[in-house]
């Protein structure tokens, strides 16, 4: 089987899961991650709704409240971004809500080896100005793995990524997807040689997964005892498009958990 065509970035076969808009992404009509269920509120208050502004464009990702003070995302979301605007604490990025905090910083760490053009180490950390405080909305989970997900384990997607290929709005309201993750000898029959051991890949029923919007969302893993562990950050989809049947992409965690808790002083 030869490996999907390229649209964005990669050699062969990957495009990156960022969402650039001219205009207004808080303006989104009906959406989802493809496949996706509505979150209840609550259900992840660890989850942030990303707008990164660079010199020539303004994207649309997503990251993880690691602490009060450190979000983890991908890295081809936030490199060479100017200012990052986040908004936690609620389901929706659109309708008036509450509990919604919205902050503002221009901190924030690649992975020194990121590559854009494989998309190798594509992750990052956003350092927020101020430290937040917790509410029942907004709450941090630091729990990354101690060794590699397998094949075949469930995770969870979530984010608010586009309904389809051709429909680049966002979905207002955040949604998740049960996945199962699979071998990266099976994930290359789709995109050959540069999936690496620092990938891992994701299938649904179908053509369920992440679509544009998702990139540095969480592929959640919920141990036996309710431990939700973030065991990798959505990264690439194939060029055929999100509601193709290939697996989804993503950067393992685990290969950085050094790295991440040197850079945010984050220890279990």
């Not at 990156?16 to 979150?39: E, F, M, Q, S, Y």
């Not at 389809?164 to 050959?192: F, P």
């Not at 036996?224 to 193709?244: K, L, P, Q, T, Y």
């Amino acid at each position: 089987m030869l490996p999907s065509k390229v649209t964005l970035f990669a050699a062969v076969a990957l495009t990156t899961l960022c969402l650039c808009h001219a205009g207004d992404i808080h303006n989104p009509r009906k959406g989802r991650i493809v496949g996706g269920t509505v979150a209840y509120p609550a259900q992840f208050p660890f989850m942030a709704a990303i707008t990164i502004q660079t010199s020539i464009s303004r994207i649309f990702c997503v990251g993880v409240l690691l602490n009060n003070q450190w979000i983890l995302t991908a890295a081809h979301c936030i490199n060479g971004a100017v200012l990052i605007t986040i908004q936690i604490g609620s389901n929706s990025l659109s309708q008036a809500d509450s509990n919604r905090l919205t902050l503002a910083t221009s901190t924030y760490v690649v992975h020194p080896e990121f590559n854009p053009e494989t998309i190798e180490h594509d992750v990052g950390l956003i350092k927020l100005r101020l430290a937040v405080d917790f509410t029942d909305y907004i709450r941090a989970t630091s729990y990354l793995p101690s060794s590699p997900i397998v094949a075949y384990q469930s995770v969870q997607a979530v984010g608010w990524g586009q309904i389809s290929d051709v429909d680049v709005t966002l979905s207002d309201e955040l949604r998740w997807v049960l996945l199962s993750a699979i071998s990266n000898e099976e994930c290359r029959l789709t995109y050959g040689a540069q999936i690496t051991d620092t990938m891992v890949c994701a299938s649904g029923n179908y053509n369920e997964g992440p679509c544009l919007g998702d990139s540095g969302g969480p592929l959640i893993h919920v141990q036996d005892g309710g431990r939700v562990e973030i065991v990798a950050v959505a990264s690439f989809v194939s060029a055929n498009g999100c509601e193709s049947a290939d697996p989804s992409g993503y950067t393992r965690t685990y290969p950085y958990v050094n790295w991440i808790r040197n850079v945010t002083d984050i220890w279990d």
